[in-house]
């Protein structure tokens, strides 16, 4: 074999072998070795979050900014739970039990006392007269006034004694008012005395020049009004009336 064959041949056997290096490497490229392989284990890592290797600092920053964001997420739901202490709002319903305020309207219990208790009208803090009128026939009018300074209570009825009277005269019960007679200073209360029988039918009658009025039956003190100088007719059929807020209401009896 010449020397020119000998050097044709080995440079075909470097181009083969050059080429054959050459596929080897294309194959390992396609596997996905070498650095390309690199890269995609770094695209991994971004995707799954899993830490880096060490050296692959920019993944690892990318996955603690990631676990920084949730973790924030997370306080921020934390602050929701705060909301829930919101809820204790709901005891201000206590303050509905303000309604208990309400307790204070028995203070209106106090409205079960029927005001400031007033004594009685008594002769020493009263004036009394006795006016004899023409309607209704053989009637008298007594009229008590408050000449005290508080306020005091005509209860009942009059209990009147004439001269020569044998007893105290009855009360026409259908002449008791609603409620007792109150008199404020300087007010009056009236009741009246039927002295005869308006058609003559009476008996006993004689002239009383004199009266005694006892505020009520159980006074023990007696007013002395005047009467007429003639004297007034009373008889058998004498009856008084309740004391009444006015003399129209008196004289109806």
């Not at 307790?103 to 106090?110: E, N, P, T, V």
């Not at 005091?152 to 002449?175: H, K, M, R, T, W």
Request: a negative charge.
């Amino acid at each position: 074999m010449s020397t020119r064959t000998r050097r044709t041949r080995r440079t075909r056997v470097f181009v083969a072998a050059t080429l054959a290096a050459a596929a080897l490497t294309l194959t390992a490229c396609e596997n996905g070795e070498g650095v390309i392989d690199e890269g995609a284990s770094a695209g991994s890592v971004s995707t799954t979050g899993s830490p880096a290797s060490p050296g692959s600092g920019g993944a690892t920053a990318t996955g603690d900014s990631t676990s920084g964001t949730t973790g924030s997420t997370g306080s921020s739901g934390s602050s929701g739970s705060s909301g829930s202490t919101g809820s204790s709002g709901s005891s201000g319903s206590k303050g509905s039990s303000g309604s208990s305020g309400s307790s204070g309207s028995s203070g209106s219990s106090g409205s079960d006392d029927s005001g400031p208790v007033r004594a009685r009208c008594s002769t020493t803090s009263t004036r009394t007269a006795a006016t004899e009128v023409t309607r209704p026939l053989n009637h008298m009018l007594l009229t008590v006034t408050n000449t005290g300074s508080k306020a005091c209570n005509l209860l009942g009825y009059p209990a009147v004694d004439f001269e020569d009277a044998q007893s105290v005269p009855p009360v026409i019960e259908d002449s008791k008012p609603q409620a007792v007679v109150t008199l404020a200073p300087g007010e009056s209360g009236y009741a009246s005395i039927v002295l005869s029988a308006g058609d003559g039918g009476g008996t006993g009658g004689y002239t009383a020049r004199t009266l005694a009025v006892y505020l009520n039956e159980n006074d023990s003190t007696a007013a002395r009004p005047s009467l007429p100088a003639e004297g007034v007719y009373v008889d058998n059929s004498i009856k008084v009336s309740y004391w009444q807020y006015s003399m129209d209401d008196a004289l109806t009896w």
